[in-house]
């Protein structure tokens, strides 16, 4: 029977790495402001299918953004899980997630069972 590991080792096991996907994602999306700016409407410096294909691409940047700020929202509420006992727990069962799941993604708050609705 292993034992869980304490909320030091995974703070030490995490710690890093989230902050680094934080920056990462912070980057990002500093990165592509541009892209996700509204598209000028003025007719006479693009034409209108050269107008189109910029709406299209500032939706899909948009729609990145959206994802983008999703993960930075969850890697921000996994640093503060990560300060208190709560991180590597799921949220649902209070089991241990596992070292393999939290190494796979360390946002995760539900355990396997939980997460595939085999508990309730």
């Known amino acids: 029977m292993s034992t869980d590991p304490t909320p030091e080792a995974l703070r030490a096991r995490y710690h ?23 598209v000028e409407l003025d007719q006479q410096s693009v034409g209108r299918l050269s107008r189109m294909d910029a709406m299209q691409g500032q939706a899909m940047a948009a729609a990145g953004e959206s994802r983008r700020q999703a993960r930075i929202s ?47």
């Open 74 to 120: 969850g890697t921000r509420a996994a640093l503060d899980r990560l300060q208190g006992a709560e991180f590597g727990y799921c949220a649902q069962c209070g089991e241990f997630i596992g070292l393999p799941r939290l190494d796979l993604d360390p946002r995760v708050q539900r355990c396997i069972a939980c997460a595939g609705g085999g508990r309730r």
């Open 16 to 38: 890093d790495r989230l902050h680094a996907e934080l920056a990462d994602l912070l980057r990002a999306s500093s990165d592509t402001a541009e892209s996700r700016r509204p």
